[in-house]
Every structure is written in structure tokens, then in C-alpha cells.
């Protein structure tokens, strides 16, 4: 059964029947209710309604349908999801295969598999180097088996084995290894060679754990570099790829943390030692899709880069990445080792849980560090020190996270100005911060090849809500009403001047789901709407808290408003949205006001300024 169909066949069936199998419900009114696994719930708060499909919880907010309970509940991806509702529900679930294939991707995929096999083969001989370097890193066997880590001979054995893969066109499989660089020319020789050679080769396997590239580590004497591995061609794009991730993921959802490191060996030493749930940067950084997809598992992130100076200042850049997204990472220290693989071989296993259990939060010790001792008595001084606080902070925005970290740090300063002054101040920072920013990001973009190796519609409609989701602000509270109720009362729809509207809404997403709505409102069944409104704000790459909108407001749907009262309310909402919009534009003004530098612009934007004050007190004036 396709997917497509399968989940079909689970929203035709009582969602209640899903939900039933992880928690109690009981009958309450025209619901179910039951305590809601989602948040530390003492009465019954999350409701179920089998006739809409869905359930939603009224204190913590989560809500959906079967298929997202499953998934957030077992915290496993939906494939997954599907798989164990088609276990509970009686129905068959087959695994899927993409139908479309890219030649060119499916022969790397042959060519990279096959020196896999070639390495473990060459690895099996016992070359001294390889075992000498098992040995001195203590590396056991079921390691070496699980990371598939081979050894790469010193003469072009890859170049000659290719023509002996089953089923491959030698040449076509030689010059798919030189676009991927597992294999080399050399025009004044004119002839061909093993990129790596005499080097230990760890596999890099992707998060479905195909192998996309290699790391490899030089073992004879004078070899350089150290370190050789796999550059970025169609095959391997290393911002998308965590190394051991996909050995390590089921654990980070069920350990329901993360532990993040910065080199290959210091990967595979935490999993020999049991610490499964730990990944690594592809480099000393991380991507936005990587954080995305880490935070979306997990809040508590651990970062235990290398303690010298490079590592220290990954871990700067990747602290920061997460207090982006409002995930504030512990710092993992292995003093006076310099790495986790260090520091397992000579402390062991339980010194690092008691560091992990300790652990301090990052920021924290970054504020400490940027503390001066003694406190100076001078107060620019202080308020130099305060400024580089802000700097630290300023990811988190104006999360409370933030601001009482700056209160607090301000008295510890001995900084006489009260709470809001010191909070004016940081605010103003920010402002010069946002200048700083361009307004817009580019989207990263999918090659094409790699679209189709997506296992399902699924995957890349979570991709692009990563990507989607990560340059935007909150909707306005004006917004959140206004698509609430039309949410709620679609009939709004049939009277909207959508134009005019979308004309005072700056909201992307809020702007996306009205066009939707438009569009398809009038060519769907009523008893259809809950359904593909649903799929719409789970799988179309909308933000948690636009689908937790979505949710309440699809949960209320049901009763409907007569004209005269959708024309009424529809003229409210205008104003309101209006003078939202306003009061947007006059703060911004004011911001670039402050800023200005000479007497000519501040009078421009003060003229500005009083033209929208104007047009305030007139839409004032139009409310009864």
C-alpha cells in the first residue's frame, strides 16, 4: 500500500482507536479526553474528536492528527509513525522505494558501496599500518564493524575493481568516481589513480545511512595531510550530513538529548563507550539544517568540542545557532583532556556521565568569562562589559532567557540603573543589530538529484519547513486572531476582499494559508475541510506555532455566522490588522530615527512619522 494511501486508510479510521493504544481516554460530551502525555498534566486536558480526526491538548497546546501523535509521542519520524499505526489499525504497510531514479546518483551510490567493500576486503589482510592504528586508538571489533572502517591500499586498487562491479558500465562507473573524487587523473601521466591511498577510511553515511563520502586518516610516517576527506560534489553535501547520525538517532529521541562533538575518532570513541546519542560537525560548524533538525528532536544539546582554541570557537558559533532557535546548550568540558577520546580512554565512562549530569549552561559560562575580576569601579567599564554581554545573548532576542541573564549581569556589575533602563538599552542594540542584518535570506536551495533521492513526499516537506521556518518572527497578535477565525469560520472566506486584506498582513505564513484557503474553499466538501486543512498545516511547510493556530482553531470549527455579522466582523478585523500595521511601521520609524546621523534625515522621518500618527487618530476616529 503508498503511502498516500495508507495514510488515507488512518484518517478514515477513529483517531481515537490510535491514541487509545498509548493512553486512557474517556467519553466526555461529544469528545474523548485523557491526561495529556505532552506536558506534566494532572487533569484530563487533551480532548479528542473522531468526527474532525484529531486531538488537542488546551495547556501545552500540541495537537493534530493520529499520525502526528504518534510521531511526537514515540518521538520517530513519520515513516515510522505510519509503519507502527498500520501495526495498531490491522493494515499493510510495505516499504517504500523511490520510483524515479538519477543514473548518475544510483552509479556513485554502486561506485562508493563497492569501495566500502573493497577497504573492509584490503582491512581483513591485516596491514600493519591499520592494525597499529586499531590498537593505539583501542578501537574493538564490533566498532570497526559498525563504522565499516577499512583500509585504503597504496597502489589503485579502487580504479581496477570498478569494472568488476555487477552490472556497471566501466566507463560510465569511472567517470562518476572522478565527479565524486574517490578517483583521480593525472594529465601529464595520462592515466588514473586511487584518491586515497594507505589511509585508515571511515564511511560517512548519510541519515538514511547510505554512504556519501569518506574521512580518512594518513598512518605512514611523513604522510600528509592528516586528515583527507571526500569534497562536495552531487553525492555529498556535508551541511546536510551529521556524522553518526544515523547510528545515533533512535537513541537522541529516546535519551531525549544530544551530545555534539567535533572530530570522526571522537564520534565513534562515545558510541564504543555507550553514548550513542552524540553526532558530530562535518567541519567546526554546523548547518541551519542540522541545527533545525537537532532542536526538532531534542532541547538539551550538549557541546563538547575540542578544548583548544579552534574548538572553543565552533562551540561559540553553534551555541549561538541554537540560542537561535531558543535551545540554550550545556557546555561539556573534558579538562585537562583535550577530547572526549581522550578523555574516555584515561577517566572512563562514569567520569563523563557525572560531567554530562553537571553540565553547565553555555551561555552562562561565556557570561562568567566576559566578567571581569575584580569588578572595575569604572563605569564605562561596566557598561563595556554589559555591551559585550548583549552580544552573547542577542540570539535569543528578547526571550526571558535573555533579559534576565542581562539583569542579573548588569547588578553583578554594580550597574545602578534600574531593570528597564538596562533592558531599554539592550533593545536598542538590537535594533542597530537588525540594521546590520540584510532583511531577506536566500533559501538554500535542493539540487535536483538530491530531491530525488528523498525516500518520500514526507521528507522533503519537512526540509522545506526547516528551511522555511528559520528567518521568521512570530505573526502579529492581530494576525493570530484574524487566521484563527477564518480558520474557525472559513465561510469568512465567501465575503473576503482577499486583496485588500493580505494588503495589511506581513505574516508570510499567515499570507500563504489565506491564499490557500481561497483557492480551495469552494471546490472541497464541508465534511472534507478538517481533513485537508490539516494536511495542509502539517505537511506544508508551516511553523509549530502556525500549525498549533491551525489546530485550536480547526478543533472550535463547526458552527457558522450569518451575513450580517461575517461583514461586521470582517470590518473589525480590517481596522484592527490596519492599526497593527501602523503601530509596526511608527516603531520602525522611530528605531531608524534614533539611529540617524544627520539633522536632514531625522526630519525626513519625523515628517514620516507624523503622517502615520495621522492616519492612526483617523482609524481611531472610524470605530464606533
Not at 216 to 240: H, I, M, T
Not at 567 to 587: G, I
Not at 608 to 621: A, F, G, Q, R, T
Request: charged content about 25%; overall charge neutral; hydrophobic content about 35%.
Amino acid at each position: 500500500m503508498a503511502f498516500e494511501e495508507l495514510k488515507d486508510r488512518i484518517k478514515e479510521s477513529p483517531v481515537s482507536m490510535v491514541l487509545s493504544h498509548y493512553m486512557s481516554l474517556n467519553k466526555r460530551g461529544a469528545n474523548l479526553e485523557g491526561i495529556c502525555p505532552f506536558h506534566p498534566d494532572t487533569k484530563p486536558s487533551l480532548k479528542v474528536n473522531d468526527t474532525k480526526g484529531m486531538y488537542k491538548c488546551f495547556v501545552c497546546g500540541a495537537g493534530g492528527d493520529a499520525i502526528t501523535f504518534v510521531k511526537e509521542f514515540k518521538r520517530i519520524e513519520f515513516v515510522d509513525a505510519l509503519r507502527e499505526i498500520a501495526g495498531i489499525l490491522g493494515l499493510p504497510f510495505e516499504e517504500q522505494k523511490e520510483k524515479k531514479k538519477n543514473p548518475k546518483i544510483e552509479m556513485a551510490f554502486r561506485v562508493l558501496n563497492a569501495s566500502v567493500k573493497l577497504y573492509k576486503k584490503v582491512a581483513t589482510q591485516n596491514p600493519p599500518p591499520y592494525t597499529e592504528f586499531l590498537a593505539k586508538r583501542k578501537l574493538d571489533p564490533e566498532t570497526v564493524e559498525k563504522w565499516q572502517i577499512g583500509y585504503a591500499p597504496g597502489n589503485n586498487a579502487l580504479f581496477s575493481y570498478l569494472d568488476s562491479i555487477p552490472g556497471a558500465d566501466g566507463d560510465f562507473a569511472r567517470s562518476v568516481s572522478k565527479e565524486i573524487g574517490i578517483i583521480r587523473y593525472n594529465e601529464n601521466r595520462n592515466s588514473h589513480y586511487d584518491f586515497y591511498r594507505d589511509r585508515v577510511m571511515f564511511p560517512i553515511h548519510d541519515h538514511s545511512g547510505q554512504i556519501r563520502g569518506y574521512s580518512s586518516r594518513a598512518v605512514l610516517p611523513d604522510q600528509n595531510p592528516k586528515y583527507l576527506n571526500s569534497g562536495e560534489s552531487f553525492a555529498f553535501d556535508k551541511g546536510s550530513i551529521l556524522f553518526g547520525f544515523y547510528f545515533g538517532k533512535n537513541t537522541i529521541r529516546q535519551a531525549d538529548q544530544v551530545i555534539i562533538v567535533e572530530g570522526n575518532m571522537d564520534v565513534i570513541m562515545m558510541h564504543q563507550f555507550g553514548f550513542h546519542q552524540t553526532v558530530g560537525t562535518m567541519g567546526t560548524a554546523l548547518s541551519e539544517h542540522s541545527v533545525r533538525l537537532l532542536s526538532n528532536m531534542t532541547k538539551n544539546v550538549y557541546l563538547g568540542m575540542d578544548s583548544d582554541a579552534a574548538g572553543k570557537k565552533a562551540m561559540m558559533r553553534i551555541n549561538a545557532d541554537f540560542l537561535a532557535v531558543n535551545v540554550l546548550p550545556k557546555y561539556l568540558t573534558f579538562d585537562p583532556c583535550k577530547d572526549p577520546d581522550e578523555f574516555l580512554l584515561k577517566e572512563g565512562r562514569l567520569a563523563l556521565l557525572e560531567r554530562i549530569e553537571k553540565a553547565p549552561i553555555y551561555l552562562d559560562v561565556l557570561i562568567q568569562e566576559l566578567m571581569p575580576t575584580p569588578i572595575p569601579e569604572n563605569t564605562d567599564l561596566k557598561l563595556n562589559t554589559l555591551h559585550r554581554i548583549f552580544e552573547v545573548v542577542s540570539p535569543l532576542k528578547e526571550h526571558l532567557s535573555a533579559t534576565e541573564r542581562i539583569v542579573n549581569a548588569a547588578k553583578s556589575l554594580g550597574l545602578r540603573s534600574d531593570s528597564a533602563t538596562i533592558l531599554e538599552s539592550y533593545k536598542e542594540f538590537l535594533s542597530r543589530q537588525k540594521e546590520k542584518v540584510p532583511q531577506t535570506i536566500e533559501r538554500p536551495k535542493i539540487q535536483e538529484n538530491e530531491e530525488i533521492l528523498l525516500e518520500n513526499e514526507e521528507e522533503a516537506r519537512k526540509l522545506h519547513t526547516q528551511n522555511a521556518s528559520q528567518v521568521l518572527l512570530p505573526p502579529s497578535k492581530s494576525e493570530r486572531v484574524f487566521i484563527r477565525e477564518i480558520l474557525c469560520h472559513p465561510e469568512f472566506l465567501t465575503h473576503l476582499n482577499a486583496d485588500e486584506f493580505l494588503a495589511t498582513i506581513g505574516h508570510v505564513e499567515v499570507k500563504k494559508l489565506i491564499q490557500w484557503l481561497v483557492k480551495i474553499y469552494l471546490e472541497i466538501d464541508d465534511a472534507e475541510y478538517v481533513s485537508i486543512v490539516q494536511d495542509e498545516l502539517q505537511y506544508g511547510g508551516y511553523s509549530k506555532e502556525m500549525v498549533d493556530i491551525g489546530t485550536d482553531a480547526l478543533f472550535h470549527y463547526g458552527n457558522k455566522y450569518n451575513e450580517k455579522v461575517i461583514q461586521r466582523m470582517l470590518k473589525d478585523y480590517h481596522l484592527m490588522l490596519r492599526m497593527d500595521q501602523l503601530k509596526l511601521k511608527r516603531k520602525e520609524l522611530v528605531v531608524r530615527q534614533q539611529s540617524s546621523q544627520t539633522q536632514n534625515e531625522v526630519d525626513l522621518i519625523l515628517s514620516e512619522i507624523s503622517k502615520v500618527d495621522k492616519e492612526i487618530l483617523n482609524l481611531k476616529n472610524t470605530v464606533p
